[in-house]
């Protein structure tokens, strides 16, 4: 069962490595009701690190403690409370979404009642009503994308692992996903998420951490992480490059230049 640990994941010196070393001796923690934003150049672990979290992939060694359940000897009872939303999700084409939710939520023997009304209140903060009953293999991958995210949410979980959530929707519904989101840490939900787009990371997170190379290089409020930075200016971007360089891991492009010019609401 979960401790009442004020600790909702809790990562130590977790190590993965494929050909190369992936994962290199992680650590870190997100405090309950905590939005944390995981940045890092392409290739840095972020991915691989969320992957082991979410009990896909087998790390070679470390921990992982979710809401103070051990991850990789009790994985079902973590799995209970966390959600993982890929930046691939997939939704089944022949369902509507309300029929996705009701199903997701079967699977985790909820009540249909509170199923209906957990169901209806995303459809609705997502901007899906007016789509609740069409079959989703008609959908965008923006609408498929918050069906997706409903569905990893409908279950009341207390961490929340999205990867790259905000990627390819349009301004309106990345508004929509964030206002969920911080609706959901207001209640005392936690979250980490990968992201790109540093203006994400820079508005809603309490903490960020910096990864590169499969290790923590950084991390703290955009305070603490500005006096880290020996950056001139002082906006994130300049703190992320300060840290980690302009270039990305086993790539000749420039590190985040591309990315940045990905713009949220
Ligand atoms: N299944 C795999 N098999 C072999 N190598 C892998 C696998 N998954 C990841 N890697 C390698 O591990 C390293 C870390 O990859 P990861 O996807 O975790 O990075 P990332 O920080 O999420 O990058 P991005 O920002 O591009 O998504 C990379 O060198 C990647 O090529």
């Known amino acids: 069962m979960p401790s009442s640990s004020t600790t909702a994941l809790d990562i130590s010196n977790l190590h993965k490595r494929f050909s190369e070393p992936a994962v290199n001796g992680l650590s870190l923690t997100v405090q309950d009701g905590e939005f944390y934003a995981l940045l890092g150049p392409n290739g840095a672990g972020k991915t691989t690190t969320l992957r082991m979290v979410a009990g896909l992939l087998e790390a070679d060694s470390g921990s992982v403690k979710v809401c103070g359940v051990d991850a990789f000897s009790d994985p079902i009872a973590a799995k209970q409370v966390l959600a993982w939303v890929p930046d691939e999700p997939m939704v089944y084409d022949k369902l509507t979404p309300l029929e996705y939710l009701e199903f997701v939520a079967g699977l985790w023997s909820m009540q249909p009642d509170l199923a209906r009304f957990k169901a209806d209140t995303f459809l609705e903060s997502f901007g899906l009503e007016p789509h609740a009953n069409e079959r989703?293999?008609?959908f965008s991958k923006g609408m498929r994308q918050k069906v997706a995210l409903a569905g990893a949410l409908i279950h009341e979980p207390r961490l929340i692992i999205l990867d790259e959530p905000l990627t390819?929707?349009?301004?309106?519904?990345?508004r929509q996903v964030k206002k969920v989101l911080s609706g959901l840490v207001a209640q005392g939900v936690s979250i980490i998420m990968t992201t790109h787009i540093l203006e994400v990371a820079e508005r809603m997170a309490d903490r960020i951490g910096i990864i590169a190379g499969g290790q923590l290089v950084a991390e703290g409020t955009l305070e603490e992480l500005?006096?880290?930075?020996?950056?001139?200016?002082n906006s994130l971007e300049d703190i992320f490059l300060d840290?980690?360089?302009g270039v990305s891991e086993g790539d000749t492009q420039p590190g985040m230049a591309n990315l940045l010019d990905e713009k949220v609401a």
């Open 136 to 138: 989703c293999g008609g």
């Open 168 to 174: 390819g929707l349009d301004a309106g519904s990345a």
């Open 243 to 245: 840290i980690v360089g």
């Open 226 to 233: 500005r006096k880290q930075a020996s950056a001139e200016g």
